[in-house]
């Protein structure tokens, strides 16, 4: 298996992104795009090898304001902000969202010129769904298909959250690291999947990665507010002419079935996966799920 290691693209817009790998150039191209605060880790080396063996050629990256990418520490955003925004308030004063999902998907479509790649197979989780969502919506040309797991449209009445799941999202990660891995670790009980129990080591080891590769509180803050400000997609998914896969978990408390449920009635011969006991995570236990409707559903624009 063929691996690149960690590399760096400079896009024209200044960001730099880290990014990594697998497989062969000469096969079709999926771009992994993770969530919100997830550094491209969250995308295990596993899974990446075990689609990469499928015949694609894997890209993971980190989103700007993760991991050893672009962090925009200059763009201060405070939790009255988010906290606005989530209550669909407008945002006051001088400070206003940095960037929003049509950044990131600009960011994803200059990682693939830097890679000079024409088109990809994409595959977001959660925000990452929105951005690939995006991508499609307005860079259709780039997109050979879509796989959008556990996310939403964008409209505020489908793939909300459970109340139970704000405390955990918006409590302080403390000063150091230990105090991260905590928190994360208690988030990672509310929001996971009660079906496919993650090993708490592995948990604790993914935690302390995320932490050492460079994770900013305030880079979660931006992308919160990112999500929180976005547009309703729903017309626009409508004129989505991709194969398109959706994926939600049943028991997802983060972005509620209806979010999933919206997207793929949006767009027009979408596949539709919910899984039960699958909450706002990506178990091992459904990799190969997950990686079978993502190789059918390229399949699929290979038949077009």
């Known amino acids: 298996m063929t691996r690149s290691g960690e590399l760096f693209a400079s896009l024209p817009s200044g960001i730099d992104l880290c990014h990594e790998t697998f497989g062969s150039a000469d096969d079709p191209a999926v771009l992994l795009v993770m969530g919100l605060g997830g550094p491209m880790g969250w995308w295990t080396t596993d899974f990446c090898e075990q689609l990469a063996q499928r015949g694609f050629f894997v890209i993971r990256y980190d989103n700007r304001d993760t991991g050893r990418s672009t962090k925009l520490r200059q763009h201060r955003v405070g939790r009255t902000e988010v906290i606005r925004a989530f209550l669909g308030l407008p945002i006051i004063g001088a400070v206003k969202a940095p960037y929003g999902l049509g950044d990131l998907a600009g960011d994803a479509i200059a990682l693939l010129d830097h890679l000079e790649i024409e088109r990809a197979h994409l595959v977001g989780v959660s925000m990452g769904g929105m951005i690939v969502q995006t991508i499609a919506i307005e860079h259709p040309e780039r997109a050979l298909s879509m796989t959008s797991i556990m996310s939403t449209t964008g409209r505020r009445t489908v793939g909300f959250q459970n109340p139970k799941v704000i405390p955990a999202m918006l409590a302080s990660a403390g000063r150091t690291r230990d105090s991260y891995v905590e928190r994360s670790l208690r988030t990672s009980k509310v929001i996971g999947s009660p079906a496919f129990p993650s090993d708490e080591e592995a948990a604790r080891d993914r935690a302390y990665e995320t932490y050492d590769r ?25 004129r ?32 539709h996966l919910e899984i039960a006991g699958m909450g706002h995570d990506l178990p091992p236990q459904l990799y190969a799920t997950y990686i079978d409707t993502i190789a059918r559903t390229a399949a699929r624009a290979v038949s077009r």
Not at 214 to 238: F, I, K, P, Y
Not at 240 to 248: G, N, S
Not at 254 to 268: D, M, Q
């Open 214 to 238: 460079g994770w900013t509180a305030s880079g979660v803050t931006r992308h919160m507010l990112a999500v929180l400000t976005q547009s309703d997609r729903t017309e626009a998914l409508s």
């Open 240 to 271: 989505v002419d991709l194969p398109v896969a959706v994926i939600h978990g049943l028991n997802d408390p983060l972005v509620h079935r209806s979010g999933g449920r919206a997207t793929a009635e949006a767009i027009a011969g979408a596949e």
